[in-house]
DNA sequence: AATGTCTCCAACCGCAGAGGT
DNA sequence: TACCTCTGCGGTTGGAGACAT
């Protein structure tokens, strides 16, 4: 009872809305020590006033190394009706299909573009399309923005990197080398990026390309569903 | 210039299931 | 078995930017 009166008491004090970019680093720095899970621990062991539901969404939609970044592709766009077609609203499980998209950008894309019934797709008239151009370059801006931010801090970063280091060799867990990658090369599409050229790796030694690795997902569901599609690219070795 | 609308997206909330005690 | 805590999921809200009226 007073162990609850306690959590009770801790739950005033937790911080909502936007996260400033010094709790960013503080949950980055947390789940590089101690990995993804135990979220309540967060506020305890990082110093965060935030709560593990909130420290979770945080990490899992905005921060995780793995996301990809911008607009939702004509591509992706398809695989999104079909998938929904098939399984309705369980974005989690779409989202699985998609590499670097997480279920709750899928679940804003649908709603903005899918949810009003008896609407033409905006996106097919004229006026929508200069606007889409127009938020694409907005978004570029941005990006280019937080890289040269990064390397502004990258004096920082370089300190965070060498703790990990230091930490790497006490536990070894190959989870860090890749989140300190992406510390350096945060644009997971970005050629010298960490994800691309692992991808890229994969995809040589699966005589398959870039491309055709990241759509796996979607092949293996098909698989799954013993509905494989014809032209199916990758070839499995071994 | 002011206001309204659309789109995007981050974040919160409630609920349910899994796992531990 | 019952209870509790943690985690994940889906629904929803609200702010911000861009554009239309």
Not at 23 to 48: F, H, P, Q, T
Not at 98 to 106: A, F, S, V, W
Request: hydrophobic fraction near 30%; glycine fraction near 8%.
């Amino acid at each position: 009872m007073e162990q609850h009166m306690r959590w009770g008491a801790m739950e005033e004090e937790w911080r909502k809305g936007p996260w400033t970019t010094e709790e960013d680093r503080l949950l980055i720095e947390y789940v590089k020590l101690n990995g993804e899970g135990r979220w309540n621990n967060v506020s305890r062991l990082a110093g965060l006033k935030r709560n593990g539901k909130s420290c979770r969404l945080r990490w899992v939609n905005y921060l995780r190394p793995d996301l990809k970044r911008g607009q939702i592709t004509p591509h992706e766009k398809s695989i999104i009706l079909e998938l929904h077609a098939r399984w309705g609203n369980r974005w989690s499980t779409i989202a699985r299909s998609l590499p670097g998209r997480t279920d709750n950008e899928i679940k804003n894309y649908w709603r903005t573009h899918f949810k009003k019934k008896g609407k033409p797709s905006s996106e097919n008239t004229e006026k929508s399309r200069l606007r889409l151009l127009k938020r694409q370059q907005f978004q570029l801006q941005q990006q280019r923005q937080y890289q040269l931010q990064q390397e502004e801090n990258g004096m920082d970063m370089k300190k965070i990197i060498s703790l990990l280091d230091e930490n790497d060799n006490n536990n070894g867990l190959p989870y860090f080398p890749q989140m300190r990658q992406e510390i350096i090369y945060p644009n997971t599409n970005d050629e010298s990026g960490f994800f691309y050229s692992m991808i890229n790796g994969c995809a040589t030694m699966l005589e398959t390309s870039y491309e055709d690795i990241m759509w796996g997902g979607l092949w293996n569901l098909d698989d799954f569903h013993g509905n494989i599609q014809p032209g199916n690219a990758i070839k499995r070795v071994g």
